[in-house]
């Protein structure tokens, strides 16, 4: 079945170059995700809305590098002014050491994404930017990657700089070095979120702390962008919030004939 | 009944009750994001568009009002590509938070500065000062207005 995805998705995925389903059967690909095991203690509460939904087969993968060194992020928390799109990014590139551009970031597809839950009250940046989901799958990879490299170039760990996607030995003159796209080749490596792996330290920023110009501005301000209002899913007659007359009221059920009436648009 | 209308420089057709909001039509039947749905009052700003050079509420103008009319939303300035160069300034300020009220910013402030291309800053912030933007980006904005005026009056 082909996931419904939202244009909004299906453009960063075409701007991507794959599908997500090209992505996990594909050629060569190094993905991080949950461990299985810790999903429940991982999000608590907000498991409520369910952690697989309709269409893909696994819907638990953070980072996902390809064979051609670009790096996919998938995020639960969603840019609705905030900068959070952008924000992601950086946090992305920060700790994988690839230049901002080489990203891409896919967020709050609920066919394609990690479920969050809700974006809210100031919760992304705690959620997301300290040691623990999108940061810390983006740590695993690098360090995932900084071990492949010790083992290809035959040099000790502390030996290994990341920077710009390329694994050199330092104060090897960048004679020995490694690509991450040479890393991960055709092979397919899965790796669980590990929560050990370290976040680079503040000192070391070169993409976050700095000002990069919001991603998704040139759209907004040329009336393209794609608010929540403007989404279209297959199929679709109309879409419109319908709030609950009271706290906590769940639908019970919906009195189909009566909107069959609707013109399809 | 069949109204007449002109958007972003085509010529549209469009079979519509003539009292349907503007907005409605501008959405539903020609599929613009530009224009949006604030208040649906006419009190907030993000559904303006420009009619015959006049900047418009389009929630609650009915389509029949501007039959014949040209119509410019925000996406009839320019392209992401080619931005006109008050969506530029826009960029250059990064002059938004969430961008919902961005198009009645950006378009009462295009129409505004058409017809007055001299105006002080004073009469700048008095021209939007109708329009609503709730996340207080309205200071990054008022500069992203007055750079594109300078270049205006240049």
């Known amino acids: 079945m082909k996931p419904h995805l939202t244009s909004d998705a299906r453009r960063a995925l075409a701007n ?3 599908t997500r389903r090209a992505f996990l059967q594909g050629s060569g690909a190094l993905i991080v995700t949950f461990a299985s095991a ?13 952690i697989n939904g309709a269409g893909a087969a696994r819907l638990d993968s953070w980072i996902a590098i390809g064979s051609d060194g670009v790096v996919s992020a998938y995020t639960g928390k969603c840019d609705f002014g905030q ?16 230049p901002f551009n080489r990203v891409r970031l896919i967020q709050c597809d609920t066919s394609m994404t990690p479920d969050q839950g809700t974006t809210s009250g100031q919760q992304s940046h705690p959620a997301n930017f300290n040691t623990t989901n999108l940061a810390l799958a983006a740590a695993t990879a690098r360090e995932t990657l900084l071990t492949l490299a010790a083992a290809r170039l035959g040099a000790p760990l502390a030996t290994l700089v990341a920077k710009d996607g ?35 330290h503040p000192r070391e920023w070169t ?12 759209e907004m301000v040329t009336g393209r962008f794609e608010f929540v209002h403007n989404v279209k899913v297959p199929g679709m007659l109309h879409g419109a919030v319908v709030r609950p007359p009271s706290v906590g009221a769940t639908v019970t059920s919906v009195d189909e004939p009566r909107f069959a009436i609707c013109p399809a648009s | 009944m069949a109204i007449m209308l002109t958007v972003n420089g085509r010529a549209q057709t469009i079979d519509v009750d003539p009292a349907t909001p503007l907005l409605y039509v501008l959405s539903d039947d020609l599929s ?7 208040c649906g009052l006419g009190q907030c700003g993000a559904c303006t568009v420009i009619a015959n050079g ?8 009915p389509v029949n009002a501007v039959a014949n009319q040209d119509i410019t939303t925000l996406e009839g300035l320019g392209t992401p590509e080619q931005p006109h160069p008050i969506q530029q300034a826009f960029i250059d300020e990064q002059a938004a938070q969430c961008g919902f009220c ?14 007055n291309p001299r105006a002080t800053e004073q009469q700048v912030q008095q021209a939007l000062s109708g329009v609503l933007c709730r996340c207080y980006a309205n200071v990054r904005m008022l500069r992203a207005v007055n750079r594109y005026a300078k270049e205006v009056a240049r």
């Open chain 2, 32 to 38: 613009l994001r530009g224009p949006k749905f604030g």
């Open chain 1, 38 to 50: 810790s999903i429940s203690e991982r999000f608590g509460g907000v498991l409520a809305q369910g």
């Open chain 1, 207 to 218: 993409v976050l702390g700095t000002a990069v110009p919001r991603v998704d501005m040139r």
């Open chain 2, 102 to 115: 961005l198009n009645g910013v950006i378009l009462t402030a295009k129409a505004f500065l058409d017809r």
């Open chain 1, 166 to 200: 390329v694994i050199a030995v330092n104060d090897s003159g960048q004679s020995k070095r490694v690509l991450y796209a040479e890393l991960v080749g055709g092979r397919k490596f899965e790796v669980s979120l590990d929560s050990n792996a370290k976040r680079r």
């Open chain 1, 83 to 98: 900068g959070l799109y952008t924000a992601q990014m950086q946090l992305v590139a920060e700790e994988l050491c690839v």
């Open chain 1, 16 to 18: 991507a170059g794959f």
């Open chain 2, 54 to 61: 006049q900047a418009i509420r389009s929630c609650v103008t």
